[in-house]
């Protein structure tokens, strides 16, 4: 499972898209911190550090957009580092992986050598359970109530001839807004294999037609968030569109 299918195109951008994964799962976020070691003076790509239980969780990260993989000397040498640091957990993040003897560099260590995809498989649970899911309740909560069995209140106030109305929105909708319901916080007795693997098309056998084929076809959650929320935000007007020149 993917975070995001982007490609990071460049040392910079590999370096800003592993600093928002750690961000959005909850970390505070530094690029290129430099610190001052018993040895030297360094500089961290990506830096982060979390709140546990009132302990500080830290993480650093050295991420290397090389056309060719990263020899074993890198990591020799960012073991040292990390140890004079004393973080928690360091990571390689390879946009082209490694060469041989890296990994057993750091065997028995708090380091992990990981590609960009790897990276992300990491910190995925994280990132569904502390962004996707309260960024769509956020964005989205208004859908699951205009598209539920039990109606809102000002729908039976609305006069008969927008009543139609209301239900064609309702049809139109109510295949999204059960997806949606899916990935909610609450949701969780919904989810006991885990959140909806994608692509979505997949996994969906009823009413796939009534979903817009990027929502279905996204093969990176930030890319379906992205795309839900566009068409989600599109159907809650519809429906507030109905309230507003009722004056209900």
Same mark, same amino acid.
């Given at each position: 499972?993917?975070?995001?299918?982007?490609?990071? &195109?460049?040392?910079?951008?590999?370096?800003? #898209?592993?600093?928002?994964?750690?961000?959005?799962?909850?970390?505070?976020?530094?690029?290129?911190?430099?610190?001052?070691?018993?040895?030297?003076?360094?500089?961290?790509?990506?830096?982060? #550090?979390? #709140?546990?239980? &009132?302990?500080?969780?830290?993480?650093?990260?050295?991420?290397?957009?090389?056309?060719?993989?990263?020899?074993?000397?890198?990591?020799?040498?960012?073991?040292?580092?990390?140890?004079?640091?004393?973080?928690?957990?360091?990571?390689?993040?390879?946009?082209?992986?490694?060469?041989? &003897?890296?990994?057993?560099?750091?065997?028995?260590?708090?380091?992990?050598?990981?590609?960009?995809?790897?990276?992300?498989? #990491?910190?995925i649970e994280t990132w569904l359970e502390e962004f996707l899911s309260p960024i769509l309740q956020d964005e989205l909560d208004p859908i699951l109530s205009y598209t539920e069995p039990l109606v809102p209140t000002w729908f039976t106030q609305v006069p008969d001839h927008e009543v139609q109305t209301l239900r064609e929105l309702r049809e139109r909708y109510m295949p999204f807004g059960m997806l949606i319901m899916t990935f909610m916080p609450y949701a969780d007795f919904m989810r006991e294999d885990g959140f909806p693997e994608l692509p979505l098309r997949q996994h969906m056998a009823e009413n796939i037609e009534m979903i817009p084929d990027p929502i279905l076809d996204a093969v990176g959650y930030r890319e379906f968030m992205n795309h839900a929320i566009e068409y989600g935000t599109q159907a809650i007007e519809e429906f507030r569109e109905v309230r507003r020149r009722n004056e209900v």
């Amino acid at each position: 499972m993917l975070i995001t299918d982007n490609t990071p &195109g460049d040392w910079r951008a590999l370096q800003d #898209e592993v600093a928002a994964i750690l961000r959005e799962c909850g970390f505070d976020v530094d690029i290129e911190r430099t610190f001052d070691t018993v040895r030297s003076s360094v500089e961290i790509d990506v830096y982060g #550090e979390e #709140e546990i239980d &009132g302990r500080t969780y830290t993480i650093a990260c050295e991420c290397k957009h090389w056309t060719r993989n990263v020899p074993q000397g890198i990591v020799h040498s960012f073991r040292t580092v990390l140890s004079d640091l004393g973080v928690n957990s360091g990571y390689i993040i390879s946009s082209n992986g490694f060469q041989s &003897g890296a990994f057993e560099a750091c065997e028995n260590t708090n380091l992990e050598l990981l590609t960009w995809q790897e990276f992300q498989s #990491e910190f995925i649970e994280t990132w569904l359970e502390e962004f996707l899911s309260p960024i769509l309740q956020d964005e989205l909560d208004p859908i699951l109530s205009y598209t539920e069995p039990l109606v809102p209140t000002w729908f039976t106030q609305v006069p008969d001839h927008e009543v139609q109305t209301l239900r064609e929105l309702r049809e139109r909708y109510m295949p999204f807004g059960m997806l949606i319901m899916t990935f909610m916080p609450y949701a969780d007795f919904m989810r006991e294999d885990g959140f909806p693997e994608l692509p979505l098309r997949q996994h969906m056998a009823e009413n796939i037609e009534m979903i817009p084929d990027p929502i279905l076809d996204a093969v990176g959650y930030r890319e379906f968030m992205n795309h839900a929320i566009e068409y989600g935000t599109q159907a809650i007007e519809e429906f507030r569109e109905v309230r507003r020149r009722n004056e209900v």
